[in-house]
Every structure is written in structure tokens, then in C-alpha cells.
């Protein structure tokens, strides 16, 4: 069947009745008149009048990038107007948003960005780790924290499933840009974070991590199946390390930190 749609004119509204294949193709026109480089005249005469829809081009570009600047403070104003805004150029033009929740525009935004950045010789070494820090900080500033009502879990244990914060993400970076910068320049080296919000109630925090304890987060997240003991013996093959008791020891003390910060939730019962 076909769907009615209403087109507004200056003087009156009309309805028109697209076939399936119609309406497909409507919102390819629109999406390229608001999203391409320079819209399509075709695209343009199709929909109607092109001073509308002009206007509405310029108002969706302005308030994506608006959140964009909102969202991304320090990597805007670090990679200043113009670079910034090549990369939601060219954001729009390849890749354009397609999280249909308006929060997830920063995700896809970075996505794009962070390879612009990596890529452009004009871009701070540093510009690229800082885009994923801020987008991942907003990322986990949406995501529900809750479980699922039915996971069941106890005290944490190295036979059971681990249950992680399903609020949580982890990072690995060159530059430190989760501190300041000294002397306007940032740290080069290999950090390893994790960026966690406890409740709802609570702001986003971030942790350093060793590579051993990022590692053991990323296979649990990528296995959830694994009980903690196989997760730990997945990472010393990966990391060439011995499990003995010393490793055992400070294993102990990073997981108590865990459970006490509610990184880790406990264990599937």
C-alpha cells in the first residue's frame, strides 16, 4: 500500500499518496538535501519549494552540530572551527547519522571524526584520543545502568560468570587527555581506562587501568559467557603472563575495588 504525506506550500497543504517505493525514495531526497555537501537540484525540485527546504537543510545541519559542540566541548575547542567543521562536513556528506535516538548522533559523529582527525596533518597528535574520550563519556552518560530483571546475582566468585556494569565502557589511548595538559601539550604513552557511571544519579567517572585488569574487562565483555578463571587464563595466554600468586594477590585487590565501585556487579547465580 502507499502512504499519504502532507507537502506544505506557502499558500496550502496538500496530500499526495506515495507508493512504498515512493516514500523510499522521498526520504533518500530528503536525507541528501540536508545531509550532502551541497544539495542536489534534483533532489530539490522533486521535493517542492526550494526555499523551505533550504531552511529546514540549514536548521537540522545547526542544531546537529550545535549538540555536537555541546557534546564534544574541549575536542572542539582544541581542533578549533574549522577543522571541527570539516569533520561534521564530511561526517554528513559519508557517514551521516543513523542512531534514531537523538543522544547517539555523537557515537556516529566520532566515528567519522576520529579517522578525520587521525588522518589530517593539520590535526594536534592528540585530537584523535580525545574525540573517543569525550564521545565515550557521553556514551556512558545514556546508557542504562540497570540489569536485567532476570540475571540473578550473588558474590562474586573465579567458578561463576562475572556480571559487569552494563554502564561501562573501557578505553585504550596514546595520549593522556583524561588529565590536563602540561604546558599545553599531552602525555604519549599507553592508557588504559575505564569509564563507568554507577547509577543514574551519579556523573561519569574514569579510571586508570593496567593492561592486564583492561584486558580482563574487554574479554568479559566480548565473552560473557567465561567464568572469571577462564577470562584470567584468556589474558596471561594473550599477555604471556604467569598466573601465580603475586599476579593472583594484586588480581584480588583490583577485583575488591571493582565490586566496592560496582564495575563489576558480582557473579551469575
Not at 569533520?87 to 557517514?95: C, P, R, S, T, V
Not at 544519579?201 to 574487562?217: C, F, G, H, M
Amino acid at each position: 500500500m502507499g502512504k499519504t504525506v502532507t507537502q506544505g506550500t506557502d499558500h496550502h497543504d496538500r496530500a499526495v499518496t506515495l507508493p512504498a517505493d515512493g516514500l523510499v525514495a522521498l526520504q533518500q531526497d530528503v536525507q541528501q538535501v540536508c545531509l550532502a555537501t551541497a544539495p542536489p537540484s534534483t533532489a530539490l525540485a522533486r521535493l517542492g519549494d526550494e526555499r523551505i527546504w533550504l531552511l529546514y537543510r540549514e536548521m537540522v545541519r545547526r542544531r546537529l552540530y550545535g549538540e555536537l559542540k555541546n557534546a564534544l566541548k574541549r575536542t572542539c575547542a582544541e581542533a578549533g572551527e574549522a577543522l571541527f567543521s570539516d569533520a561534521f562536513a564530511q561526517h554528513l556528506a559519508e557517514d551521516p547519522p543513523h542512531d534514531r535516538r537523538f543522544y547517539g548522533i555523537v557515537g556516529c559523529f566520532a566515528k567519522t571524526a576520529i579517522a578525520h582527525f587521525a588522518q589530517t596533518e593539520a590535526a594536534a597528535p592528540h585530537l584523535a584520543d580525545l574525540a573517543r574520550f569525550e564521545a565515550t563519556r557521553w556514551e556512558v552518560s545514556d546508557l542504562d545502568g540497570r540489569l536485567d530483571s532476570s540475571i540473578s546475582v550473588g558474590e562474586l566468585n573465579f567458578d561463576g560468570r562475572p556480571i559487569l556494569s552494563p554502564a561501562l565502557r573501557v578505553l585504550s589511548l596514546r595520549h593522556a587527555v583524561h588529565f590536563k595538559p602540561r604546558d599545553g601539550a599531552y602525555r604519549s604513552g599507553r592508557f588504559f581506562l575505564a569509564v563507568h557511571r554507577a547509577s543514574d544519579e551519579l556523573p561519569v567517572r574514569q579510571w586508570t587501568l593496567n593492561r592486564s585488569t583492561y584486558e580482563l574487562i574487554r574479554d568479559l565483555q566480548a565473552n560473557p559467557d567465561h567464568t572469571l578463571t577462564e577470562a584470567v587464563q584468556a589474558v596471561s595466554r594473550k599477555l604471556q603472563v604467569v598466573v601465580d600468586e603475586p599476579f593472583l594477590d594484586g588480581l584480588c585487590t583490583v577485583l575488591s575495588d571493582f565490586v566496592e565501585r560496582r564495575i563489576l556487579l558480582g557473579s551469575c547465580t
